[in-house]
């Protein structure tokens, strides 16, 4: 349990660091806020009047002081264009992302177990082949581009799911985000095929299966029953991995199918200048990718205990 | 995509070189695409019907045909020419882009694996930071902070890309230093940086090669493609994939090809990528068997 | 307008130049209203869904600018004069009248007779001082419109007295504009920020909820004044940036309204069984501007060259497929005093040539286009004018920005050319000349830096003389100097376009972009 706790550790420089980066990147991108609120009609008394009330008049040490202060306390100021606590904003639109994510593994898995079976149950066969060629396919995807041919396809032409938004209900948000999910799925499967495949040819060579075999187990029973079981490990693992890929892509995702997730909030904030916003998803999106890449770290050591991190 | 190779995917390279590559059905395939695709776009004055930004409003939207064998974007302009030149901008960019990351994670990763302590530490920290970031959060954040534009693209993807080349080559590190050539020559007196240079980097960097050439090169086309769809990336008129599927994509219910040709062709390089990926990788693995 | 690539519709205030649209423009008693649908007899019920590009950005009427905002709380609160239906004039509303002072000096207005909020208290002249001190009162907000005004009494429960410090032509349009819009008198006991986040009023409809960046809705407000209006239940507002998506959204029934559909599928809309594809006029006029700061755009000679070799018809061709026509003034048609006869720079290559022979710069120059990212009609117009100054000699750059950095740069002057855009808040000129060619108002001419000393004084005139005749032939002069200098080139006009189903009638919107929607039923 050390390694846990010098993980743990070690995450207080890095959470540190990522407030930095988070703060002063957003306020070194030029425009202004104020001009987001004022438009047009934005004069320099209107715009000074604005920075005061938002303490941007302050040196910017202190408003990352003041910043961390708040974030001690759970909070992440206020909203500069709609005016209200950006906690609320964000946490109101987290649930559309989580949503979001959780769907799309589940359509990854449904999609790269089948595939990964089929092509370790032959090594180099004419379906293994076959199999290994999407990935190479997969990886080459624009998210974006994956996004659009899916809306004219099954939107545009056949009117089988709605074009984008989040539905209502749980009916409709299965309905609505089956696209979008779908998107990022075809980005994440490729890799899970691959990782998949390897550890079940590996599973599939051991002693093990061979034992099992000997015992009269065969096809698709000794797959689903020995062989998914052992090799599902890896892949969890590369799923954990790739937690930073699945929020990406989320990001572009939401845009893409104009779901009100926090993506989307992040992307329109940056725009507007929404300081405590684009701060705020940025450190909720920081947050999964870090807890999430500690699990795997975890869950992999106890796993194997060959591998020891930072050795 | 960053964090789906950037937190090492078990890639198991060994660092053995050998074995004939012409044996190899993927590579020669992957090499095959991606000559094709680097030719077209080096003879693109040649192959190319017109100019690529000369317009014709008279002649907007038009199907693929004789005149114009793609057809003509809303400008008027042949989609086919675009097409040619758009591969010149993007693969320019993105072997640009490859460069830097390449050899600033290759230099600190080495310092990381070398050394270890609290070079190691602080070093593999700020790799932490940066992996918490989603890859597009951060692109797009620098893009804005510097600016749209090609300069901002390389300065963006290097500030994130050096990190995936500083972990496999740390590892790699970690393990050659160990090995008895590099103890002897630690014994005999050789200055480090001598050892590194000439000892321990030429055994290693064969695996940042491959990660180099097929996934960081497919991730910085489809970053730069899609910074070209989000309007941050190479400024109009030149043509470039991005922003010609951008461009098409207000016509998808009546032009769909002006989308999806430049999509398909995206898609096809990074195909021919992966090939010469997978390829030296197994080259590699059955060099070392 | 146009809304493509995803990123856009979370630009704020969007464009270099963007200016907040309207306020209240009505129809009432005139159910005969352009728009959609054929009549039939107007039903009770319903809840019409308009698929909008963007969210709000807050409800209070005195400090946003942005549409999305202020189309929704022109629902809620009224002014006490309106808009009428073709944006050229004011009509009572919460007033009936007027009297006007000899000095011409205060003017008092007399209060509808049973106006009540929908709280169901009666609105009094209370009311109204309170309401147009909070809109004078807005330093950062809408303020700047009432400065002409002194003071506001409220003599009687039914009358309120306008005091001015000078003579005053638009104070009616001024009236008008959604900022004085009337709420109860002290926000009845709340602070500002708590009345603002559920918004009472007199309008047609009343407060409902607000999930930011998914839906708004309102509901009927049993207290109504207009006797049976509204029709609908409830109206609801969804955010659908991308402009694929509310087309889909306006054929598969979950919207009846689609806000600005992409003008390349205006023609194909319009063909749609179940569509209506309404344009209506508006104000809205789109500009190239020149920042006179920088060299050579204080030559009047590249301006004009510029100006001359711009093809206005092709502008409109490639960019709203034919949905506009190329513009001639300042003013666009649907405002008071526009003259059709100004004379504004259309294409003629020949003379572009001959300005740029006798300009500083004759054999061209190299210069930067800053536009906003994410707006592919920008990005479209500027690869046109790229290829249209070429023969001048003059190559032209592409820059693009975010749209709040290209906003900041236009607003402080940092720029060699860029596009902006004006749509009429009031139903008068004043605001858009003192905007437009006053280079000691805040907006510097329109952020050119223009200065032509008789334009100036002019504009000054023309507020102050409240004789129709004199104050056309000042705006006459304006617009034919202000042409002749070609201080910005001035590119076209378009309408405002809505999808609706063919369900929704009585939808109509002013030139200056507002909508009544106290007006519009659902038929089965």
Redesign the interface.
Known sequence: MSFVIHRLL?LI??AV??TI?VFF??H??????A????????????IA??HREWGLNRPLAAQYWLFLNRLFHGNLGQSL????PART?IF??LPVTLWLIIYSVVLAIVISVPLAMVAASRKDGARDQAV?AI???G???????TG??L??LF??RV?AF?????GSGIGGHLRSMFLPSLTVAI?LAP?IIR?LR?SMIEVLGSDYITTARAKGVRGGRLLARHVLRNAVI?AVT?LG?????L??GT??VE????I?GIG?????S????DFPVVQGV?LV??VI??VV?LLTDVAYTLLDPRVRF?R | MTALTGTGLPVELPRARSGRWYRQPALVAGLMVTGAIVAMAIAAPLLASDNPTAQNLGATLQGPGAHHLLGTDQLGRDTWSRLLYGARVDLRVAFIAVLFPFCIGTFLGSLAGYFGGWVDMVLMRLVDIVVAFPFYVLVIALVFVLGPGERSIYIAIAIIGWVSYARIIRGQILVAKRQEYVLAAQSGGLPTYRIIARHLLPNVISQAIVYALSVDMIQDILAIVTLGYLGLGIPPPTADWGSMIAAGQSFITTRWELSMIPGIAVVITGFGLSLIGDGLADLLRRGES | MAHRTPLRAFTGTAAAGVIALLASACSSGNPSTPGSGPGGSPVHGGNLVIARTADSQSMNNTTVFDNESIWVFEQIMQPLYTVTPNGKGVMPWLATGYTISPSKLSYTFTLRKGVRFSTGKPMTSADVKFSLDQARAASKGWGYIDTAIKSVAAPTPSTVVVNLKYPWAPLLADLSLFANGIVPDNYSGQTATQFYNHPVGTGPFKWDYWTKGQALKLVRNPHYWQPGKPYLNSVTWTDVPDDNTRELQLKGGQAQVDEFPAWSTVSTLKSTPGVAMNLFNSTRTDYLTFNELVKPFNDVHVRRAISLAINRKALVQAVLFGNGAPANSLFPPQVPYYQKATPGFQYDLAAAKQQMAASSVPHGFTTTLLVPSGNSDYVTISQILQSELKPLGITLKIQQLDPNTANTNFQTLHYDLTFSYWTMDIPDPDELVTFGVDPTAGSRSFFTAYNNPTVVSDAKKAEQILTPSARQSLYNQIQDLSAGDAFMAFLYYSPYAYATSSSVHGFYVTPLGNYHLENVWLSK
């Open positions: 070690l420089p890095v660091g990522v980066i990147m957003i070194l991108i030029p425009g202004d806020p001009r987001t609120i004022l438009g047009i009609h934005a004069t320099a008394p209107a009047e604005l264009f709609y005016q209200v904003l109101g639109r290994r990935p190479l396919v990886l080459g995807m624009p998210q974006f581009l659009i041919v809306i004219y939107a545009l009117h709605p074009v984008g938004g989040y980005g890799v990782s390897v890896p590369v991995i790739n937690i930073g890929f929020i990406g990001l572009i845009n893409v199918f104009a009100p989307q909030l992040m992307i329109q940056i725009f507007a200048r940025t999106f920081g990718v870090v890449n930072g």
